[in-house]
């Protein structure tokens, strides 16, 4: 096991997170606001620098020394792929809740900024997306020692990433709070609560 792969696995994951984290920034932007960029073409540049940033990373921890952890067989591997394609399932579910063309920036978005819904899986969970990735990735049947870690710091950054993505929907969207306090952050409830509820 190479413990400087590690090291730059999570190096790289910092790198991402904090260069991803400062394109949704307020302040960044405001800044791109003031220069005359449109919130759609901000969207339609944030996603695609994302995706950029996120092959870029990817190759570079796939490019680093690895060694294999675990591979799992017979009725260990079917259960956890299950597993995955449930996890799958709900980043599709996530997708169909909104406008995805929105949200990817090949849309216009509406003069009083990102939407707040509850519609769909969205009554079950704030973050379905973060939760569907974070499922299909620990429940890989095969693991390395780099794709552990990999999996690791994503969730992490998940985890952290939500609770600033959080604030800046309460500050845009008073409502929020209510649905915050109702709906659980990646785990669901097995009944969810409907607006106004006190359960």
């Known amino acids: 096991m190479n413990s400087m792969s590690i090291l730059w696995v999570w190096l790289s994951s910092l790198l991402f997170a904090l260069v991803h984290s400062l394109m949704a920034t307020t302040r960044i932007k405001a800044f791109l606001f003031e220069l005359g960029v449109g919130g759609q073409a901000y969207r339609l540049a944030y996603s695609l620098l994302a995706l950029m940033l996120t092959a870029l990373w990817l190759w570079f921890v796939h490019a680093l020394p690895d060694a294999p952890l675990y591979h799992l067989a017979g009725w260990r591997n079917v259960l956890l792929v299950i597993v995955q394609l449930a996890g799958l399932a709900i980043v599709l579910l996530s997708f169909r809740s909104f406008d995805g063309g929105m949200f990817l920036g090949f849309k216009p978005w509406p003069d009083q900024g990102e939407p707040f819904h509850e519609t769909g899986i969205y009554r079950w969970l704030r973050h379905p997306m973060y939760s569907g990735v974070m499922l299909a990735l ?62």
Request: proline content about 10%; charged content about 20%.
């Open 138 to 199: 620990l429940a890989s049947p095969m693991q390395t020692v780099n794709s552990l870690h990999l999996s690791l710091a994503i969730c992490l950054y998940f985890i952290i990433g939500a609770q600033f993505e959080e604030r800046r929907m309460l500050a845009e969207h008073p409502a929020y709070a209510d649905y915050r306090r109702r709906v659980p952050g990646f785990i669901p409830h097995v009944i969810p609560k409907g607006p106004g509820s006190r359960l």
